[in-house]
């Protein structure tokens, strides 16, 4: 196992540990984000770039998009 490679899986951990710290939700799909960049810089350490593109955008984007979409509704309609 390379440098780069623990360095990949240290980095993942860390970015999992941080998204389960975090209890604000809206922070929490923050750093979700960064656990998906994390994750995607991950596969592409260990050798399966197409799956870390799929990561870049559905981990990375797409769902703390959604996520973010979701509580800006939820907060919208709960005001008036």
Do not use: H, Y
């Amino acid at each position: 196992m390379t440098v780069l490679q623990v360095a990949a899986l240290i980095l993942v951990a860390l970015a999992g540990t941080a998204t389960v710290a975090v209890r604000e939700p809206v922070r929490q799909a923050i750093v979700a984000g960064f656990l998906g960049l994390s994750l995607s810089i991950l596969f592409f350490v260990f050798g399966a770039p197409d799956v870390a593109l799929s990561q870049l955008a559905v981990g990375t984007v797409a769902v703390p998009a959604m996520v973010l979409l979701a509580l800006a509704k939820i907060r919208d309609d709960g005001d008036g």
